[in-house]
């Protein structure tokens, strides 16, 4: 497939018929050369398409978009970074509403429309911090029996049928530049560039009753407050107020839908 209008918004794209993991491979280039920042490598199907947490992100060749974006930010601030994932969430949400189809950020790094997880978002780092990739999928034009979970959605489930994959990535990437553009003026300061409040406003975790599961296989139930400044999420319990940097969140009052 071509990327006429991708190639207008990235710094340059490649595009490859199939591969193990667009993160994978761009770190791979990120070190081995000079690419610049919002360079964009996409794939129609992947066959070891990572999630966090080594879990695996997995849809049908040519039914989805997955790309990844390369950024070399200039902040080193761990704050800034820590936002990453949410604000290609952000830019995810707003080419989504373009479409037509009304999403929520379900922190840290999943969009989801009624409650039904439509595209997934990873961050990842090289060993020195100096290129950092912003991988997404976003289900497009499968079937409910396409989907790996009876979790997930598509646009197309959803609503949006025939919806151009090439104009779909060039929006979230032309938003996604954007928000990065802000936040690299304000030195990485989420709060500053207005980030934060966006991001806010499009979640649907803040206000919900939530038990976080910690990578380390404990548990805790509370009510997210707040995401603060450094993108982590307060959760106030029964007897004190968590700080999550890392956890999977589960809606309690919604769970229903999510699982
Ligand atoms: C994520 O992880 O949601 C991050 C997914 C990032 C995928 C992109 S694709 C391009 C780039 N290259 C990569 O190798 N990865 C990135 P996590 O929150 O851990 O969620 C993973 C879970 O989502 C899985 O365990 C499944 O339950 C579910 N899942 C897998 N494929 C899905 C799909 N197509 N739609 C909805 N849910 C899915």
């Given at each position: 497939m071509e990327y006429p209008k991708t190639s207008l918004v990235a710094n340059?794209?490649?595009?490859?018929?199939?591969?193990?993991?667009?993160?994978?491979?761009?770190?791979?280039?990120?070190?081995?050369?000079?690419?610049?920042?919002?360079?964009t490598l996409i794939t129609e199907f992947q066959t070891a398409g990572r999630g966090r947490l080594d879990r695996k992100w997995q849809a049908e060749p040519g039914s989805s978009v997955m790309a990844s974006v390369l950024l070399r930010?200039?902040?080193?601030?761990?704050a800034g970074i820590g936002w990453l994932s949410l604000m290609m969430a952000e830019a995810i949400r707003e080419a989504l509403a373009e479409a037509g189809v009304d999403s929520k950020i379900k922190w840290p790094n999943d969009v989801l429309v009624n409650g039904q997880k439509i595209s997934g978002v990873l961050a990842e780092a090289n060993s020195d911090f100096s290129a950092l990739v912003v991988g997404f999928g976003i289900n497009v034009n499968q079937s409910?029996?396409?989907?790996?979970?009876?979790?997930?959605?598509?646009?197309?489930?959803a609503g949006a049928s025939s919806v151009d994959r090439d104009h779909l990535l060039a929006k979230t990437l032309s938003s996604?530049?954007?928000?990065?553009?802000?936040?690299?003026?304000?030195g990485g300061d989420a709060v500053a560039s207005g980030l934060r409040e966006?991001?806010?406003?499009?979640?649907?975790?803040?206000?919900?009753?939530?038990e976080v599961s910690f990578p380390d296989g404990t548990s805790a139930v509370g009510e997210a407050t707040q995401i603060d400044e450094g993108g982590r999420l307060k959760v106030v319990t029964?007897?004190?107020?968590?700080?999550?940097?890392?956890?999977d969140v589960l809606h309690l009052?919604?769970?229903?839908?999510?699982?």
């Open positions: 340059g794209l490649l595009a490859v018929s199939e591969t193990g993991s667009t993160n994978q491979d761009l770190l791979a280039l990120a070190d081995s050369k000079n690419n610049p920042e919002f360079f930010p200039s902040f080193k601030d761990p409910a029996k396409e989907l790996p979970t009876g979790s997930a959605t598509s646009l197309l489930l996604f530049k954007n928000l990065y553009l802000e936040l690299v003026e304000a966006r991001v806010t406003k499009s979640s649907s975790t803040i206000g919900e009753l939530v029964s007897s004190k107020t968590l700080t999550v940097s890392a956890g009052r919604t769970a229903k839908l999510e699982d």
